[in-house]
Structures are given as C-alpha cells and as structure tokens.
C-alpha cells in the first residue's frame, strides 16, 4: 500500500524558515518524481515544487523561487523541502504527492495527509 | 485566481446526476493536455478521480465519468450518493511547463 506521511509543519513567524518532510513507503521511492502541492486555509491546490527521481531535476513555482529548496535522499524514502523567508501567503497545507507522468505531463495518483505550516507573527 | 475556472458549487439530490464543469485556455486544455479530477472529502487530503480525461483508477465507481472538449472538461457523476459530497478540483499541464489547477467545487447532496 502507497503510504506518504508529511511532518515537520508548525506555526513560524514571517521571515523565517521551515523543513518539511514526507516519508514515503509502499513502492520503488527511487522511480518516480514527487511533487509538493499545497493548499491554502479554505482555497484551492497549487502546485509547489517537484523533483525528478534521482533529484537531479527540480522545478518551482515561480511564488517560491529563491525561496524553498525541495530534495530527496533515495536511501531513506524521504522527502524534504526546506523553506526559506516565509511569508504569510506561504500558509497552507503542505501536501506530498506522487507524480505520474503521461507523454509530456503529469498529474498525481497518490497524496499525503498534509502538515499545516501557519506563518504569523 | 485559479488557472482553470470551476464552479464554486452544485448539489444535487440523491440519485440524481450532476456535472462539474472545468473551462481553461488554449495554453492548457485547449493546448491538448490532459484534464485529471480529484476528489477531498472534508478534512482529507485530495484523491485522484479521473486520469487522462476519462480514465478512472482502480477502485473509483463507474457512476464518475470524465470528458474534454477544446479548452474546457467536464466531470459527471452519476447516482449521486450522500458519501459523494466533498470538494472537486480539476488539474491540467500549462505551457508554463507547470501542474495546474481549478479552484475547486464543492457538491452538496441535498
């Protein structure tokens, strides 16, 4: 059974930084790209950042550029996604997600149960 | 503001069949990328619905139905249940090279 389990969310103040992570079990970890999506209190999904299998690919939205840093480490299953001068519209869950791909796009087939990170002062 | 547009809700009642209509542009939809749907029960994280436009992953009932045509999709459930009202959020692929979503639309079962 696909399982991803996010931790690491909180409550933080603006400027300040955050580490996310999603342990991810129940399939080959190392084939896939993942991706972060997060969602605002009482909005919609917004796609974060992803990371190709071996890591040697990353993508952001451009709201985050400069800002977060998504890795990986195959070893331990694990994802991580550093953030960095938080803002307040940086709050939301923070969801992990297996991405699939078909032809030249993608879309998510498993996700996890979210971490809330609140930026407030 | 959301890529793709949804409407914000629709309801039904009980053995009924609704659709949720998801409208986006020639940079996405109209581009030929595929729709996909999710499904978020209230407090749960999102579940895949429809993949590719109209498939369904293993498990999801047969009454979810999915279709594209030009820049806009459409998500069709049929024999509504009470268990069916939760949120619903389109996602296509952008030119922007980039996962992107509808703003979501909640069903309510009458």
């Known amino acids: 059974e696909v399982q991803l389990v996010e931790s690491g969310g909180g409550l933080v103040q603006p400027g300040g930084s955050l580490r996310l992570s999603c342990a991810a079990s129940g399939f080959t970890f190392s084939s896939y790209w993942m991706s972060w999506v997060r969602q605002a209190p009482g909005k919609g999904l917004e796609w974060v950042a992803n990371?190709?299998?071996?890591?040697?690919?990353?993508y952001y939205v451009d709201s985050v550029k400069g800002r977060f840093t998504f890795s990986r480490d195959n070893a331990k299953n694990s994802l991580y996604l550093q953030m960095n001068s938080l803002r307040a519209e940086d709050t939301a869950v923070y969801y992990c997600a297996r991405q699939r791909w078909s032809s030249t796009q993608y879309y998510f087939d498993f996700w996890g149960q979210g971490t809330l990170v609140t930026v407030s002062s | 503001q959301s890529v793709l547009t949804q409407p914000p809700s629709v309801s039904g009642a009980p053995g009924q069949r609704v659709t949720i209509s998801c409208t986006g542009s020639t940079s996405n939809i109209g581009a030929g990328y595929d729709v996909h749907w999710y499904q978020q029960l209230p407090g749960t994280a999102p579940k895949l619905l429809i993949y590719?436009?109209?498939n369904r992953p293993s498990g999801v009932p047969d009454r979810f139905s999915g279709s594209k045509s030009g820049t806009s999709a459409s998500l069709a459930i049929s024999g509504l249940q009470a268990e069916d009202e939760a949120d619903y959020y389109c996602?296509?692929?952008?030119?922007?090279?980039?996962?992107?979503f509808g703003g979501g639309t909640k069903l309510t079962v009458l």
């Open positions: 990371i190709k299998q071996d890591g040697s690919e990353k």
């Open positions: 590719g436009n109209s």
């Open positions: 996602q296509s692929y952008d030119s922007s090279l980039s996962a992107v």
